[in-house]
């Protein structure tokens, strides 16, 4: 567990980290809980349309092997917003001179090419006026705000100095037991 | 500055006199003089909220003609700015945030009231930098039921509302929701509100008379957000509540009380084939005179659909508690109506972007009888 | 002369018109001549592209009879711009809440009805964000910057103290010899 | 704040802790870093000014890979903003203006300083509230030859240019060019540059040392801005700019001297059936090494036609003072080079908001080889 929870901090500078254990010792993990309710997998990332999505999910089948440009890459089948790879980033980079959210959420999404389910760590990039490309929208286990670690129609940017919303990138960091 | 106005006119001089030599007025032409328009008060008008998703920074909320569509005026709404449509009142709100510069700079966030005359803003009012920097959910900003307060939902992403004191006019308070989201007022206590809550219950708050602070009481767990979670917008008539979950499950809850009661729930879709669900942002409409909620669906749902366009729009007759008309509609993510002596629904079409109007129909048919393209992403509708 | 001037006049406020009077005297019609160049038709209104206007200036047939929220209504052979008709305005009236542009300019076009020549004053609305709706651009008479008093590449919402662009008006101030 | 940032990671505790149960790390998976990309400062890249026309107040410069046309990244440049690309250094410039509530508030005016590697604000500096909100044209902001001096064309509408002293880090001076507007450096001379007048001259400028004030000259008569009027846009090669008229007169003017001289004009579609002529906003672009210039043209031109997209690209060779080359194009109303070892065009398509990457042929043909949506309403575009 604490493995997993370094690897997800490690994403953050040092500085946050320190914050982060901080809020850990004042709050506890149940007050966490308490605060926002039971979680399943975290996070979401912003206000979306589901744009030409009105289809719904595809299966990610392997033979049409989407590239990360496109929404049904297999990362993204939880991600709601501008892909950063189409923005000047990269799968896990913000685009030059935008910043890396402090707050992420993750997902699990399957590989079609071992099959294995990973984590996937939903980071928004901020403080650029908004990309507008390569709009994605999937809704897999979203919910409404009063579960707002899985809630996905707000703008997750909203912790940041500069909370401008400008793209999403989609990192692994792990693999789901399901996998 | 004061160089700068001399130019100015010295350039509108300049048209006119060099206009003159080849030019003379006829003696009956009368020029138009450039004036601004009003809009009556009294004019029907459905407002579009638009998040304008690719320039986020520059929201707005087209107001428009609900017989033509055509635009009658705008309002700005900033970076992804909340829209309220009071009642009673000849005003319009927007809760919002500006960097000042665009991007950059101290984020400020604002109430900010408009005339609906004439679109003017007639009053700002600071408020704590905390709104929800969301999506168009009606849920998120409210009036108490006399106007006194206005409440504003806030995510850091932990959850509280700011109470905004409308008479004093400034931040009163601010009340924390955490694990819960929306604003339902009570329409017959002036100074209670309830919010929906991620454990499957809603809770109540009572605000003290200077709106500062607020006491919560729970109600029973009602629904399960896991399971089968209920949309935030609701439909209220009175001090009753109309919920719809992911699945179609209908919950009729009072929150005249203490604490919120549910008086009743029933499937909408129980004995039809086809897996059919609601789906949207604002994914029903009431018309509280009729007994009748319209509601977006969508066939062949599942975990994940809960946002996908309409394919029909069904009506429920809410005492028979069963459906009453099924009608086919354009894809379909937002339903609102606009009340009136004939009441008719708006639709919002997400994949051409624009509003469809429908006429409803004998026995809970509606008929889409005018659409028109209206902005980029309208996510919210009302009519008034 | 004096009466076109005053009737050009008449459409700005009370206050505006003493600072304008002032103003002429202060300056004198030579020197405002000389400060930005002769110009024969003034003034013009917004940065514009030429979107779906590729096919240049059209006629203004009179059995076409386009409406004025169409391009091709006649009073706009010289407008650029956001039709403040499909804005909430109408032919002479900003949006609500708009507000109507200190400097305008004024464009000869032919009512095809009449087939006289009528003089219009296109007046930018101001102050509010950009309507977005009814992108026309005619270029007729334009030029560069260097004849500020005709180019329409520019902001003429630029002296306001809410500068922002909202839409354009059309208004008939008069009629021209050539009519 | 600080409660807030608690409550942030409080969530995002939350959101760890709570996938955890069912979850298991691979021993050899190792979890990706998430970074922020940079350029290096020597990437070949096309900056795609964008007006945004219909959400003005947030307009942006698209960063393009030249041989994909693949964004790889993006410059905000607010309401109406002014984008200039320097030959030596690794920074870009952005001159905007700002309303600290988006649409109110009062107005303030900056000049920004972008780095090329990391594409962060690196400075800014306030400059007078005048400089032209106007559709992007090169000579609307310019730096002296050494870099020393920044040139913002202002327009209230009366005209000025804002001079900034890079060095001191603000506003030296403010020059009137009243009848005159864009600026065109000497090269030779770091305190000396031109502007374009209505009368048909050109008027040259000479800074004292602190860029506070300047004398001017007028050249001669050298063209007729009623009966033929310049494109704003020059292209330049040292001290020579090379001018086209509405009407496809080429003139190569040079700004050497104390005042600009015409060194040559010639007609360029002179014994062509089809009254071709130049069209768009920035209608033209040298190779100054082959000695070719190209330009965007349309046939049946006429007065108003100026901004018309171009059905041809013809390449004009300088030294034969003749057509070498004509290729169709797609509609498109910019044209710029990326010069180097085998250089490119760029050319923007405004009916299809889409950027085209042209291969130059032998011969002065031109061939179409790439084609990519961006933006809205590009106008300017420059390689770098």
Known sequence: ?179 | MRQNSREVFATLLLASAAVLPTVATAEDLRPEKVTVARLDAATPRIYAVDIAINHIVDGRAYVLNPETLEMIGLIGTGFAGQFYVPKGRDEVYVATSYYPKLTRGDRSDWLEVYDTQTLELKKEIRIVSRRAQALNYRPLMQASTDGRFMFVQNATPATSVTVVDMKAGKQSGEVPNPGCYGIYPAAAKPNVFSTLCGDGTMRSFTLDAKGAKASAKASAKFFDADKDALFLHAEQDGDTLWFVSFQGVVHKVSIAGETATVEDSFALAKDVEGDWRPGGYQPMALDAKAGMLYVLMHKGGAEGSHKNPAEEIWAIDLKAKKVAGRSPTQPATTLAILPGAKPALFGVNPIDAAVIRYDIEAGGAVKETKTAKVGEAVIQLEGK
Chains 1, 3 share one sequence.
Not at chain 1, 101 to 120: A, E, F, M, R
């Open chain 1, 1 to 179: 567990m604490l493995s997993l929870f370094n690897r997800l901090m490690s994403k953050i500078d040092g500085a946050t980290e320190i914050v982060v254990r901080r809020s850990a010792q004042l709050h506890g993990r149940r007050s966490a809980l308490a605060h926002i309710g039971k979680v399943i997998v975290g996070g979401a990332v912003l206000p979306m349309l589901p744009f030409d999505r009105s289809e719904g999910l595809r299966a990610h089948a392997a033979d049409a092997e989407p590239t990360d440009q496109a929404c049904e890459y297999w990362r993204y089948c939880a991600l709601d917003g501008f892909l950063c790879t189409c923005c000047g980033g990269s799968i896990s980079s913000c685009p030059p001179g935008a910043s890396v959210s402090k707050v992420t959420w993750v997902g699990t999404c399957q590989n079609p090419k071992d099959n294995k389910s990973y984590l996937i760590s939903y980071n928004d990039c901020c403080g650029k006026t908004s990309c507008g490309r390569c709009l994605c929208n999937f809704n897999l286990r979203e919910r409404p705000g009063y579960r707002m670690g899985v809630h996905n129609d707000i703008n997750w940017c909203m912790a940041e100095k500069h909370g401008m919303y400008h793209c999403t990138v989609a990192a692994v960091v792990g693999i789901s037991d399901a996998g």
